[in-house]
């Protein structure tokens, strides 16, 4: 337990956090009585009782992705105030409803859009591709006078940053607004959306669902609308995670593409297990391409040392796919609604003239899962874990059984562990090589987890995801369809159609190492024939944009 | 002391190779004779003592590049049966002269080259990118129904090899002719060109010199033309050292472009430390370009899944670069004809028009050199060495030092050291990074060794090409100049300029990681406007050409 010194710490960033949404901004006390962790309750619902947002706010936040919204921004049809103004009222509301935020700054991102404006008027031009957009940041990034607490009661007491992720400095000079950080889960290292300093993030679709994580307040926020474009970190699933439990689109790329220097104290220098790769959360296929290319084409490399020096490539058109199908593993069965969507989504490529190619002797995901712990298990410090121990801080249970599954009482790996591991990960490599060009895949589709977003506390080992991280292929995620109480009623360990009931369904689509390119260009494509429109319908827009 | 046994297939190796060289291409006893790695002779000289090769071949083989020769090889100007026959009977000189090929298959080549001829009059189009040409290769590669013994004694009695390497497959589907393997020095761990099985490899140049390793056969080939374009490795300047000891271009891409799977038993899996590089020994800048792009078009991450998905890049043209200039450094002094080359093409350059830019602040090698130490350290097993122990080899005096060096008593790396070895190497690159992007720079010259090429023994740590394995920059080697007793004759340790004299220069170019594409571009570059006519000089035709 934290001692009353610490508490009173929590205490005191939490009051903060409540203090930085302005007045007029907080919903009713009867909306707010209703959000509850345990409650079945949609936030999009709720946002329905309440007034804060104007229609035009409405139509900014709800109707369009990224792309739409830089071309109009870049034009000038619609202000950099007026869409920031509109985000942040919206992540003020998701935070009431959702508790997805850590940092709040509407104040500093007013003033940003007002200097956009103000830039475009007397440049004529855009600052660059993300001029005037909103975007939302993962706690872990650093961003200039702002802190990074990542939900450690032990580093309440860091200070604010004193210089950019140099990704942040890749995005200010790009023109984005930066407005607010979103919540990561104790010890950034379960799936869940829980941490002693910021307490329970949920799920827009349903309150009583867990986000995912370690993104857990990206997923949420994004969700829910209260941004359009959102950056995360995945070392496991923990962009994907968030990405499918909340229904929106989301790309974690091959390791050390996007610069990830000068993120808040986590993983020591020098870590040899699987690396933590950036992406974006957003809304269409799209908005994940624009995100990748325009940070690739800031020459990333050039600042950050640890990032590759592989310039964005420009791909020729590929009007068909040639894409495998995992539908499912012995050790990680999935349940009914994923299983079906799967299958939907095959059904529906192989209609719009794709070859799909059904994998049946896929390599183990087991002996997969079981490499990657025993490479998180290299170390030895326990990284990410330690700062909870410095602030005693209590474990939630669903990081005590990842713990005690990763880090085994007993195993000491030595050196010759590094070999192991490595040798082990070469061989599913080849494994996976051999299912991959011997069926000349140009991508794999498969599950992204064995269930669609489950009760708080409940998401269990990220195997679906964990893989991709550990062969270091980049894969996204497209939301498809929902879990149906009436079609997914066949009996599953660990499962209540019920429960399931509406939660957003998705796909995970992987590609090879390096293909990240190839992996946005067939989200794409894919996405396109999933949704016979974009799965959030471009409206008609309002004549002032 | 190897064994009585031993030495029985020792000396059986020694005949068959022997033996598989033609009489009627065995040099004259009086030639024969001044041969011995203390004569301070030129093969190129001593050629001139025989007749084996006749104008034609003499023509073929020193005149052109690979380039040159695959132009006329695709459309049926020359036949691969006649550039076959002229490398294969230069190649058996070479051996007899330098001493530089552990297996020999002529006969295989020459039926080969009758293979291609007919394909290309049955097909009208040549099969590939290497169509009829000769490429020789290093001994490590695996070859078919040939022997890799790599000079371990104890790998005499290995079978021959059941499988191609991949980059074999490669070059084969290509249209290459394989005709011969080349020497490495004991252990693969030294610059010289010595190994039990096979004795002394020599430098052309002078056979008092050291060829350089570990493709210490490739350069002595490739440099007495022997070979129009080699295959070599690279792991802390083996493709490097040789290309400067025998005046040859040289290129080491960034680990795991080209693809490495399936060479002979050497580097246990699972090696967590400095990653071998393939890379090609070649006549021209733009035979280097010609390698690389070929073998990477092949797609070679489709077979070998260690290699990365990482296509050719082309890059639009650059009329001026931005050359950082790293001339010395305290630790690794260079010796007078290293210093006056580089001077000369970095003054060359400048008349040129490109901008040099002299870097007075570098990081410091010797901190490389003992990080690159402490990651091969990490091999606890000893991998390389351990062959040599099977067989109980007498150790070559300098690889007894560089073990001495390498694992110095007393060390026992635990798995802590994985992580201090990897952030030293990171703090490296990033000291580089500020040098390199603070000053623009699109790539870097500096000397490829302390010195041109060294009487047999005295190569001394790889310190100047190391540094760029360590961290993971392609390099080139480009010949420039020879070592001159008149215009060298200052004071230097462990240097005298009678013995340096008419000894090849050069300078090396090296980029940032993964930026292979530009150091190949850039290595054109820099040699068109160092040699006003290309280094080996493109004369008129024969006709028949």
Redesign the interface.
């Known amino acids: 337990m934290v001692s009353q010194e610490w508490q009173v710490l929590i205490d005191e960033k939490r009051a903060q956090r409540e203090a930085s949404i302005p007045s007029q901004w907080k919903i009713p006390k009867r909306v707010a009585d209703k959000v509850s962790p345990t409650a079945s309750v949609s936030a999009f619902q709720l946002l329905e009782e309440t007034d804060i947002l104007t229609k035009e706010q409405r139509e900014i936040t709800e109707v369009h992705d990224a792309t739409f919204l830089l071309e109009r921004l870049a034009t000038g049809k619609v202000s950099s105030q007026a869409v920031t103004t509109a985000f942040c009222k919206r992540a003020a509301v998701a935070q009431q409803l959702t508790n997805c935020l850590t940092e709040i700054f509407f104040d500093e991102a007013l003033a940003r859009a007002r200097f956009l404006d103000d830039y475009l008027e007397r440049n004529g031009k855009p600052m660059g591709p993300f001029h005037g957009l909103p975007i939302s940041i993962k706690d872990m990034f650093m961003i200039k006078e702002q802190f990074a607490t990542l939900g450690y009661v032990s580093y309440l007491t860091k200070p604010k940053a004193d210089e950019n992720s140099f990704v942040i400095d890749i995005l200010l000079e790009g023109g984005a607004v930066l407005y607010c950080k979103t919540t990561v889960p104790q010890g950034l290292f379960i799936m869940e959306g829980y941490s002693q300093v910021f307490g329970q993030t949920m799920n827009p679709h349903n309150l009583s669902l867990g986000p995912g994580g370690s993104s857990s307040g990206e997923g949420a926020l994004v969700s829910f609308r209260g941004s359009i474009l959102g950056l995360g970190s995945d070392i496991g699933g923990s962009i994907r995670a968030p990405s499918l439990c909340n229904g929106v689109f989301g790309m974690k790329l091959s390791s050390d593409r996007l610069p990830y220097a000068k993120q808040q104290e986590l993983f020591?220098?020098?870590?040899?297990s699987i690396v933590c790769s950036l992406g974006p959360l957003a809304h269409s296929a799209r908005d994940l391409s624009l995100f990748c290319k325009s940070v690739l084409q800031a020459q990333p490399?050039?600042?950050d040392?640890?990032a590759?020096?592989?310039?964005w490539?420009e791909l020729p058109s590929k009007p068909k796919l040639r894409i495998g199908v995992w539908s499912d593993d012995p050790s990680f069965p999935v349940h009914p609604p994923v299983s079906r969507i799967l299958a939907s989504a095959t059904a529906k490529l192989r209609d719009a003239g794709h070859e799909l190619i059904m994998i049946s002797d896929a390599p183990s995901l087991a002996n997969a899962v079981m490499t990657a712990c025993r490479s998180f298990a290299?170390d030895?410090e326990q990284a990410p874990i330690k700062p909870l121990r410095d602030a005693n801080e209590d474990l939630h249970p669903a990081l005590e059984e990842t713990i005690a599954q990763t880090f085994p009482e007993g195993h000491v790996?030595?050196?010759?562990?590094?070999?192991?591991?490595?040798?082990?990960k070469?061989?599913i490599?080849?494994e996976?090589?051999q299912v991959w060009?011997g069926n000349d895949l140009d991508v794999l589709i498969c599950p992204g987890s064995r269930s669609t977003s489950v009760p708080h506390g409940k998401y269990g080992p990220p195997a679906w995801t964990l893989i991709w991280n550990l062969l270091d292929f980049p894969a996204s995620v497209v939301p498809y369809l929902k879990a149906d109480k009436e079609l997914d009623n066949q009996p599953a360990e660990d499962f209540d159609p019920l429960v399931a009931h509406g939660a957003p369904g998705s796909i995970q689509i992987v590609g090879?190492?390096?293909?990240d390119e190839e992996v946005l260009q067939a989200t794409e494509i894919i996405s396109q024939a999933l949704h016979s429109q974009p799965p959030t319908p471009l409206k008609p827009m309002l004549n002032k944009l």
């Not at 590759?308 to 310039?311: D, E, G, K, N, S």
């Not at 090879?512 to 293909?515: A, D, G, M, N, S």
Request: charge should be positive.
């Open positions: 020591p220098k020098g870590w040899p490399w050039r600042r040392s640890t590759y020096a592989l310039p490539r290299l030895t790996p030595d050196l010759s562990e590094v070999w192991a591991v490595n040798a082990t070469e061989d490599r080849e996976w090589a060009w090879w190492r390096f293909q």
